[in-house]
């Protein structure tokens, strides 16, 4: 809606702010809702595929003003869950006289999304607070399509929130998008890693994407890399992090090659157009 205000509203409209009203205390509940959006009547469209949950989660991280209710039933650890899921955002008390000043204090649509896209989205941090931890996994290794894929239910399971972006090494130009809430997952593919684009592709990408790659560039690799995000209150770090590195490619299976690796996976499915 903000990107539709901001590109048709001609005169009639300015976008001032975008912000996302929350009761800490129900954070975990809606997180946790795998009911899909047309069960629940709020479909935008017959096609929309979405869940509760996953659309909860990216509202609340789109928004750069969080209203937040001031709930008697929000713990110390639905606040700690609220900040870990998006840390950059500036949490105003509902009851407060803040909320006028930041409705207009103006609102960047093409910032929003550069900080959305999977490429250079603005990830949380490692942290570890009232119970609520969040997970920072990178590597520079890419993953077996099947052993990921036979992970997928453990790993989406794992945590009340996870996200970021990855890489298969059977589709080794592939930047793919990891978006998962309440149990319920949603793969996509996000075009090409810019290590798979000739150099003259460069000048036409987003600068934020041109920065985002050149911050994060390897020598082999180039922007190539595992980097997904884990939220959740009794977080199993040392799990998580054992069923991650799991579904790497050996030192034996990088040595052999694609023969070794390139057996058709459920991502075929997953990842194919819809109908």
Known sequence: MAEVVAAHGGGAFRLTGV?????????????????????????????????????F???LEYAP?????????????DLALLRQLHPTALHVPLASGGLGAAAVAGFDVAAAAAAQHPACARLPHDCDAEGISTLVWRRRR??????????LEDLCCAAARSRGRFWLADRPDSLL???????????????????A???AAWELMPAERRTAA?????????????????????????GLLALL????????????????????????????PLP
Do not use: I, K
């Not at 890419?142 to 992970?151: I, K, M, T, V």
């Open 245 to 272: 590195d799991a579904c790497l490619l050996t030192d034996e299976e990088v040595a052999s090659g694609p023969g070794a690796w390139a057996d058709p996976s459920g991502f075929d499915e997953l990842l194919a």
């Open 197 to 199: 684009l000739p150099d």
């Open 214 to 238: 050149a911050l994060d560039w390897h020598a082999e690799h180039g922007d190539r890399c595992q980097h997904l995000v884990f939220t959740s209150p009794g977080l199993d770090r040392a």
């Open 177 to 195: 998008a990891w978006e998962a809430a309440g149990g319920a997952l949603c793969v996509e593919n996000a075009g090409p890693w810019m290590a």
């Open 57 to 59: 989660a990216r509202q």
């Open 19 to 55: 912000m996302t009203a929350v009761d800490p205390s129900l954070v975990l509940d809606c997180l946790s809702n795998a009911d899909d959006l047309a069960e629940a009547g709020l479909a935008a469209a017959a096609r929309d595929r979405r869940t509760v949950g996953d659309t």
């Open 65 to 77: 003003v969080l209203a937040v209710a001031d709930s008697p039933d929000a713990g110390l650890d």
């Open 142 to 151: 890419p993953f077996h399509a099947g052993r990921l894929y036979e992970a």
